[in-house]
C-alpha cells in the first residue's frame, strides 16, 4: 500500500489550526513516533516502512483480546426480575465469550440512593462465581426517583481496577431516570451532570451499553429526555448501545458481543524534542474513504507538551474491511500552535473482511456404538472447508487423552480432507468402550470449528 503525501495544503491547515506558520517549521522539535490501532481489545502496532510511512496488515485470524465489564446495576425493588434474567444468561454470556476468543473479567457496582462495590474494586474471570455474586443481590427500597445513576458509572469509571490496555465495557441496568448536581432536588446528592458523565465515557474510551425501561419511570426532580439521551444517544457514541430492558438478555448479550468486535481507535504517539516546553499542540488526521471517524475532535487538541515528553492522540473509528490502497490510509499532520515545529507522517491499514465460514466435521468410520475386532482400530473424520484446513490447529481426544497434530498417531490427507487416527496396536482391552472426539481444527484463514464431533465403539477382541 502506497500513500500519496501532500493531500493537505498549508491553506487547509491554517484554517484547521487556526495558526500561522512559521516560513520553516523545524520536523526534529516534535516527532509522529507511533501509530497503533486498538481493536477488539488488542493493540496492534504499525510498522514503519523503508518509505518512513506506517503500515498494518492484521490477518484473518479471529484474534480479540482482553475486554473488562462491570454491571453498573440498579437495585431498587422493581429490578429484580431484570436482574434474575441478566444473571440467567450470564454464564452462556462469559462461554461465547471465551469461544470468541475474548480474555474477559467481570465486576459489580450497585446503586439504588447510593453507590457501592459490593465485591471490592478487582474483577474476576470465574463466572460461576460471578453468578453466584448477581444472584445474591437483593432488590430494594429506592422508592423515591430519581436515583444515583450518574455516581454509580463515575464510581465504575474512576475506582474499578481497570486492566492495562483491555477493553473497557459497561452495562448498566436500570428502570428510573437519575438526578444530576444542581437539579435543586432536596433528595438529590449526586455531584455529576449527564453532560460530565457522557465527556468521561467518551474520552476515557469506554463502550457504554445501557438496559433501560421504554419509557423510563420520571418524576418531577429527573428529565427522562436527558436520561435517554445518555442512555441511547451517548451509548451509540461510544461503540456500545441501549436496549429495552424488556428483551430478553440472550438477545442482548449476543448483540454485546457482536459490537465489541467493530471497536477500533487510532492511536498516535507524538515526543517533543524540543528543548522546551509548548504551550500547547493539535493533531489533524486526514482519513481516506475507508475509514469514517466516529469520535475524536479533528484537529485534536492539547494544552501543553512538556519537553521531552510523549502524548497520545486518539480517533475512534470504522474502516470497511477488505478496504485496499489510499482508500484505507490517512495522514497524520501535527503543529505547535506557533507552527516552529511540526511533523506529518502517513498511515496505512489493511483488515481482511473475516466472515468466517466455519470448518464442518464428520465420523467417517467405525460408526458409533459398533463392535469392533479390529487390532488396531483406526478412527477417520472429514474436515470441509473451502480455504483448506490448517493441521496444525488439529486436536483429538481419546479417551480424555488429547493429542495435537503433528503425533504419530494422527495423519492429515490434504487431498481427501480425512483426518485419521490410528492407535497403537493392544491400546484398548475386549470390552473397552472407547470414546473420542474432534475438539479443535482452524481452516487456512483462521475459522474455527464449527462443532466439536466425537463418538465411541466397542472393542471385541
Keep these: 500500500m502506497k500513500l500519496q503525501r501532500g493531500i493537505l495544503t498549508i491553506a487547509i491547515l491554517s484554517f484547521i489550526l487556526s495558526i500561522a506558520f512559521a516560513d520553516s517549521p523545524r520536523e526534529e522539535g516534535i516527532k509522529i513516533i507511533n501509530m497503533s490501532l486498538i481493536r477488539k481489545g488488542t493493540v496492534h ?29 440498579d437495585t431498587t425493588g422493581s429490578m429484580s426480575s431484570y436482574i434474575d434474567d441478566a444473571r440467567a444468561h450470564i454464564v452462556e454470556f462469559a462461554e461465547t465469550m471465551a469461544a470468541t476468543g475474548y480474555d474477559y473479567s467481570l465486576g459489580i457496582v450497585t446503586y439504588g440512593d447510593g453507590f457501592n ?10 463466572v460461576d462465581t460471578f453468578s453466584s455474586w448477581m444472584g445474591a443481590i437483593d432488590s430494594w427500597g429506592g422508592a423515591d426517583i430519581p436515583e444515583t445513576a450518574l455516581d454509580a458509572i463515575m464510581a465504575a469509571v474512576d475506582s474499578i481496577h481497570w486492566r492495562t490496555g483491555a477493553l473497557k465495557v459497561i452495562i448498566i441496568l436500570t428502570d428510573a431516570c437519575f438526578c444530576e448536581v444542581g437539579s435543586g432536588c432536596a433528595d438529590c446528592h449526586s455531584i455529576w451532570t449527564a453532560e460530565g458523565v457522557a465527556e468521561s465515557l467518551l474520552t476515557k474510551g469506554f463502550m457504554f451499553f445501557a438496559a433501560t425501561r421504554d419509557p423510563i419511570s420520571t418524576g418531577t426532580c429527573c428529565d427522562a429526555a436527558t436520561a435517554m439521551w445518555l442512555y441511547q444517544d451517548i451509548s451509540d457514541s461510544t461503540g456500545g448501545s441501549w436496549f429495552n430492558i424488556s428483551t430478553s438478555f440472550a438477545s442482548i448479550y449476543s448483540d454485546i458481543i457482536a459490537l465489541l468486535g467493530t471497536f477500533q481507535v487510532i492511536q498516535v504517539d507524538i515526543a517533543n524534542n524540543s528543548g522546551s516546553d509548548l504551550d500547547s499542540i493539535y493533531a489533524y488526521i486526514s482519513p481516506g474513504s475507508c475509514i469514517d471517524i466516529i469520535y475524536g475532535d479533528n484537529p485534536e487538541f492539547r494544552p501543553s507538551f512538556p519537553d521531552g515528553d510523549t502524548i497520545s492522540f486518539f480517533w475512534r473509528v470504522n474502516y470497511t474491511a477488505g478496504c485496499e490502497g489510499p482508500d484505507g490510509c490517512f495522514n497524520v499532520s501535527i503543529s505547535s500552535a506557533d507552527g516552529s515545529y511540526s511533523d506529518f507522517q502517513a498511515g496505512c491499514m489493511y483488515i481482511p473482511n473475516c466472515w468466517c465460514t466455519p470448518v464442518m466435521a464428520g465420523l467417517i468410520s467405525p460408526e458409533v456404538g459398533v463392535w469392533s475386532a479390529c487390532n488396531p482400530q483406526p478412527i477417520a473424520v472429514g474436515l470441509y472447508d473451502d480455504d483448506g484446513i490448517d493441521a496444525s490447529t488439529i486436536q483429538f ?38 470414546n473420542y472426539e474432534l475438539i479443535s481444527a482452524r481452516d487456512a484463514v483462521g475459522c474455527t470449528l464449527s462443532t466439536p464431533v466425537s463418538g465411541w465403539f466397542l472393542v471385541d477382541l
Excluded: M, R, W
Design 117 to 126: 462495590f459490593p465485591h471490592g474494586y478487582d474483577l474476576i474471570s470465574d
Design 397 to 434: 481426544t481419546v479417551q480424555d487423552d488429547t493429542i495435537q497434530y503433528p503425533d504419530y498417531s494422527l495423519n492429515f490427507d490434504d487431498s481427501t480432507d480425512v483426518l485419521t487416527y490410528t492407535p497403537d496396536t493392544n491400546a484398548f482391552a475386549s470390552g473397552d468402550s472407547v
Design 45 to 73: 502496532q504499525f510498522q514503519k516502512t523503508t518509505t518512513g510511512d506506517f503500515e498494518l496488515n492484521i490477518s484473518c485470524t479471529e484474534d480479540t483480546g482482553a475486554v473488562d465489564i462491570v454491571f453498573v446495576l
